[in-house]
């Protein structure tokens, strides 16, 4: 389903760049459905053409490439990219910065659980 994938997409791009300073161009194919909720930037449908086009466009358009990260395994954007000086990153590649930065976010939240459990456990101990 493509509306869901694309939900579910926005969303794990929101979390991970939830308190980051970044502003994001995404792209999709098509047309749009439902309205996508996205703080981190603008969502781009390209309607009757495909989406490559409109990036290319973006990146030329750009006043400083080099400070873009290209986030495709289109071999064709990678290699425009590139020309242009862009910052190029797989989709595997960027999947596994976002695993990773989940896991650290997984293993703060379990370390602070354990600091409210050792609070409890030595307040119970301080008022036997």
């Known amino acids: 389903d493509k509306q869901s994938s694309r939900e579910k997409l926005t969303n794990i791009l929101n ?4 308190g980051k300073k ?4 995404l ?3 098509g047309h749009p459905n439902i309205t996508l909720p996205f703080s981190k930037g603008s969502i781009y449908y390209s309607l009757n053409q495909p989406s490559d086009n409109l990036i290319k466009k973006e990146i ?3 006043n400083n490439p080099r400070l873009i990260i290209l986030v495709t395994s289109d071999h064709n954007l990678m290699n425009f990219g590139r020309v ?5 990153l797989s989709s595997d590649e960027f999947y596994g910065l976002i ?3 989940l896991e650290k976010n997984d293993e ?3 370390i602070k659980q354990l600091e409210k459990q050792k609070d409890e456990f030595l307040k119970l101990f301080r008022n036997s």
Not at 15 to 18: C, H, L, V
Not at 84 to 88: L, P, Q, R, S, V
């Open 99 to 101: 695993e990773k930065s």
């Open 22 to 25: 970044a502003r994001i161009s």
């Open 84 to 88: 242009c000086e862009c910052t190029i």
């Open 15 to 18: 979390r991970y760049f939830s």
């Open 27 to 29: 792209h999709f194919d």
């Open 60 to 62: 030329e358009n750009s």
């Open 108 to 110: 703060t939240e379990k």
